[in-house]
């Protein structure tokens, strides 16, 4: 039954063009997919559609097949040429591609209706077919050179056999018998090329997601904080280097490797203060999704900032960060800190130190009196333009809108040089106030008190 194993044959080749359509169109959603891959896609949803209505010969007659299959395996061409065009920056206009779907449709309306020659028909068009796969095949080499990360190059070979079919359709046309193993050669090689394009995907999946693994794991073991993940049962999952330098089975500090998540936690415990031991405990008794944090000082005199976290499948992370060396640096400016205001009480003129941000470090009694400020009137939020502008609306700068006094004092300072500003204070007295900017940034503001002003 020859009728019945070509049309099997034809329906199969139809399901693997539009298995391989199918894949085209889902490759074409990967971030960086060539644009090809969509009009290739199109090309195969042709092809689908040429095998089926080439199926229907026996309901709708001989020439109505022929025309509809050459016609659609034609269009389906030059689709992929322009697939191939995209793929090296050529993007042919829409009426340059109307234009030639409608000579190959015409050119199979003439040899079918007008004067029905089957040589003049399908020779020129599996021709055109056979360059057109050829052609897809040396745009995948080419793109895989040139982004190997895609493994296009796996879908080419098939590209180039299904191409030599094509280019020896014309023995169909003088051994009938070959004609149901031309469309079951196209439906196999249909299948291996959609394979070829699913494998490459995977593995560049695969690749991705070692080399996002990498980038992870790089990051975690390099973190100074310490990292464990521990599961529901308390069992350690994995901890970082930092962890592992302490509790791990190399570790000098920790007599165990490997802690439970309790073990670790109650270890901890030892060294908080108590009154945040009962609370903690609570929290992670009842598994809260709360963050639970607190500070830990070990016996080797290191202090550590604990916070835990749950996960969604019930375990947790811990992250230790050593916190000894910000402390230290804090102690050490609050030492220099207290060194300053003392340095600056025993000076005899007042001076006030701002910061680079504009914030008040210290100021001395002095600067307080030399000026008439009330006790309490300059505080740690204190800035030195919000100084200046308490100045203005008291009246020292003189007569005038206090905003715009403040201003161009401000706008003076902006110039970078030192400067004095003569003050009049409530009760007739006058005063100095030298504005010294401090390379780097701050600022340094020195009062000298004058002399009650002659009536």
């Known amino acids: ?55 229907l010969q026996p309901w709708i007659g001989l020439p109505p097949a022929l025309f509809g299959a050459e016609a659609l395996q034609a269009s389906a061409a030059i689709l992929l040429l322009v ?3 995209s793929l090296v920056g050529f993007n042919p206009r829409r009426f340059v591609l109307a234009a030639g779907i409608a000579v190959v449709v015409a050119w199979a309306g003439i040899f079918v209706f007008v004067r029905f020659d089957l040589v003049l028909l399908s020779v020129p068009l599996h021709l055109l077919a056979g360059a057109a796969l050829s052609a897809t095949a040396i745009a995948l080499y080419r793109e895989h050179r040139r982004r190997p990360r895609l493994n296009l190059n796996l879908a080419a070979p098939p590209f180039v056999a299904w191409g030599l079919v094509e280019f020896a359709y014309p023995l169909t046309l003088s051994n009938p018998w070959l004609i149901p193993w031309y469309f079951l050669a196209t439906q196999g090689l249909a299948i291996v090329t959609s394979i070829g394009l699913v494998v490459g995907a995977l593995r560049r999946f695969q690749d991705e997601t070692r080399r996002a693994e990498d980038r992870l794991n790089t990051a975690f073991e390099t973190m100074p904080a310490q990292v464990a993940l521990f599961d529901s049962s308390g069992d350690l999952v994995r901890g970082n280097a930092a962890y592992h330098a302490d509790y791990g089975p190399d570790a000098k500090r920790g007599p165990e490797p490997n802690l439970r998540f309790e073990d670790l936690m109650q270890r901890l415990s030892e060294h908080r203060s108590p009154r945040l031991v009962e609370p903690v405990e609570q929290l992670v008794q009842r598994g809260s999704d709360d963050q639970v944090e607190f500070e830990a000082v070990l016996p080797d005199g290191r202090t550590v900032t604990v916070r835990r976290r749950t996960t969604p499948d019930g375990g947790s992370v811990l992250v230790a960060v050593d916190v000894s060396a910000q402390i230290e640096r804090e102690r050490d400016l609050l030492q220099s800190a207290r060194l300053l205001r003392g340095t600056l009480d025993v000076v005899k003129i007042g001076i006030a130190v701002f910061a680079a941000d504009g914030t008040v470090i210290a100021w001395s009694q002095r600067f307080v009196e030399a000026l008439g400020l009330e006790e309490g009137a300059t505080t740690s939020e204190t800035t030195v333009e919000g100084f200046i502008g308490t100045l203005a609306h008291r009246g020292d700068l003189g007569a005038g809108a206090p905003w715009d006094l403040a201003g161009r004092v401000i706008a003076r300072a902006a110039e970078g040089r030192g400067f004095e500003i003569d003050l009049t204070l409530p009760g007739g007295r006058r005063a100095k106030l030298l504005w010294h900017e401090v390379a780097g940034g701050g600022t340094i503001l020195c009062a000298l008190p004058g002399t009650p002003t002659i009536a």
Do not use: H, Q
């Open 1 to 55: 039954m020859p009728s019945l194993s070509l049309t099997t044959a034809l329906l199969g080749s139809g399901l693997s063009c539009a298995i391989l359509c199918y894949v085209m169109a889902y490759l074409r959603r990967m971030p960086d997919a060539p644009v090809a891959f969509g009009w290739w896609s199109l090309a195969f949803a042709l092809g689908t559609l040429r095998f089926v209505w080439r199926s």
């Open 83 to 85: 697939g191939v065009g």
